[in-house]
Structure formats: C-alpha cells, structure tokens
C-alpha cells in the first residue's frame, strides 16, 4: 500500500457510526429536520465537533439532499426515526456502523476544511463472496483509487439500523477535490484489474452517486 495512505485511528473527524438522512430538499438549505435531529443527537449526548455536514446532489435528482451525522458510537435510533416519521415521513434515515477509514495523510486534513465532492457508492454482494469482496476492497481498490487526482478520503460502513425498506448493505463514501466522471482512465484502469474483473460481476445491487457539500453544522 502506499506510503502516503493510513488508517486513522484518531482524528478530530474520526467517528464509530453514522446517521445518514436522505430527502427531496430542494432548496439546498438546511432543513427543519436537519435541525431537529442536530438537537436531538446533542440532547442525547451522541456526536463529534464536527456533528453534521449537508449535501447536495450533482444531477439534481430526487432524493436530492443527503445529510450526515458523524457519531462517536451506534445506538438506538427510534427516537430519531419516530421524529422523521411525524416531521418528514419521506426522508430515508439509516444508521450505518463504520467499516474502515483511509486518508491521504499529505493532504487530508487541510486547511481549507472537508472535501467538496463525495461520492456514494453501495454495493450488495452475496454472503458467501463478502469476506473476499472487503479483502478485495481493503488490499486493492482502495490503493488504486488513492492514485486517482483529487481522490482525499475513503470511508466504509456497514448498515445498522433504518427507516423505511432495507438498503443495500455496504455503503462507501469517498470525499474528492472534483467531480470524477466513469470515463477517467484511473477509474477506467482501477475496474480492469484480475481481481475486480472476478469481484465486480458477483456484487447484487450497485448505486453510485455524486453530491457536492453544502453546509457544516458543528
């Protein structure tokens, strides 16, 4: 693995779980639930400085906003899930348990805050194949894709707890300076290797989507 890449084991970001909340709000602002949550999670005693952050979606499509919460540990999410049900019963919330966290530790953190872009990817893959996918995921693509320019942070979570219908099960964020499109030749070059040419074809369910920052609540 590259030298300039580490696993975090402490950081002022560093956190166990997550509180995903993904809606329609179009107005790229932070919404009343957005707010009442914040307080809810602070009331609880649960949470980082750096508690929450707002994004929005490249393509604009519905669900368009996706915020979160960055926890210092998983718990019970009925009181949070029980307000989203009265206030916005179409917001998907989802608690997620952190997986791995990899940052290029030259240039993350910066000055200059959070990345811009992140991107989401989820991935099922069936049971029997999850050791050798994560194995696959840890010890490759994650190297491969810290070679890519502009390529900050990876995150890796696992699905806990949730609102509405089951989502698929691994969740990834990877926090970029730009928008990276499916033709660059690095990403190209990454989903070209023997082991992800084996890995790939076997995943059940694949999303991907990009969504730029647009507010910090500390």
């Not at 005693?45 to 994004?55: H, S, V």
């Not at 791995?100 to 069936?126: F, W």
């Not at 696992?158 to 730009?178: A, C, D, G, M």
């Not at 084996?198 to 730029?212: G, T, V, W």
Request: proline letters at 6%; glycine letters at 4%; hydrophobic letters at 40%.
């Amino acid at each position: 693995m590259s030298n300039i890449l580490e696993l975090l084991v402490t950081s002022p970001q560093m956190s166990q779980a997550i509180l995903f909340s993904l809606g329609a709000n179009t107005s790229g602002e932070v919404s009343l639930l957005d707010n009442c949550l914040f307080l809810l999670i602070v009331l609880l005693d649960i949470g980082l400085p750096r508690l929450a952050q707002q994004y929005f979606a490249v393509d604009g499509e519905s669900p368009s906003s996706l915020s979160v919460y960055f926890l210092d540990r998983l718990y019970e999410a009925e009181a949070v899930f029980a307000l989203a049900s009265v206030t916005h019963p179409e917001y998907d919330l989802r608690t997620y348990k952190l997986y791995s966290d990899t940052a290029n530790n030259v240039t993350y953190p910066t000055s200059d805050g959070i990345a811009p872009v992140l991107q989401v990817l989820q991935i099922n893959i069936a049971p029997d194949y999850e050791a050798e996918f994560n194995e696959w995921y840890e010890d490759e693509h994650i190297n491969l894709i810290s070679h890519i320019p502009g390529w900050r942070r990876t995150r890796r979570y696992t699905v806990e707890e949730y609102s509405q219908e089951e989502p698929i099960k691994f969740l990834t964020f990877h926090e970029w300076t730009r928008v990276v499109p499916n033709d660059d030749p690095g990403v190209i070059a990454v989903g070209e290797t023997e082991w992800a040419q084996k890995i790939i074809p076997l995943f059940s369910a694949l999303d991907s989507r990009n969504y730029n920052l647009t507010t910090e609540l500390d």
